[in-house]
């Protein structure tokens, strides 16, 4: 009966989510807006995280930026993120696949809901979602993968 009891807890935990399946994100990426450009780092995964950080650059004016946390957070993985112009927010995931991610965080604010795919080799989408002014909104930018400075 405990020997069952322990195969079963192992064979869970080989379940559990993990941020080396998400380790596709790690990289420099870039998209071209009107404006002028969204930059976004991913580090390799370490200690359990994934560490990521971005900037909007309009013309030469940093107009914002954000760091974000990819961890594990028991059976799932949670997305830490920290706008420079808004409070910081937690978001639970939803899916995890081969090039894709989802999160949710159902609260009355957008966004309650994003993601990441690979689009194809070098694209990632990134798309996040929720109710704004009692609307279902969606937002996308696909970024390139671009070498990061210093390379």
């Known amino acids: 009966m405990v020997v069952l009891a322990l195969i079963t807890a192992l064979a869970q935990l080989g379940n559990l989510p993990r941020v080396d399946q998400v380790a596709w994100l790690r990289g420099c990426w870039e998209v071209q807006t009107r404006e002028g450009s969204i930059e976004a780092q991913w580090l390799s995964p370490r200690a359990s995280s994934i560490l990521g950080v971005s900037r909007t650059i309009h013309g030469t004016r940093l107009a914002d ?15 830490e993120a920290y706008p420079s ?67």
């Open 65 to 79: 930026y954000e760091m974000d946390l990819i961890r594990e957070r028991g059976d799932r993985l949670s997305y």
């Open 85 to 151: 112009d808004a409070e910081p927010s937690v978001f639970l995931s939803t899916a995890i696949g081969d090039g894709t991610v989802a999160f949710e965080n159902l609260r009355e604010q957008f966004p309650s809901r994003l993601g990441f795919t690979l689009s194809a080799p070098g694209r990632l989408v990134a798309w996040s979602e929720g109710l704004r002014d009692g609307q279902t909104r969606r937002t996308e930018s696909t970024y390139d993968r671009v070498p990061c400075s210093g390379e």
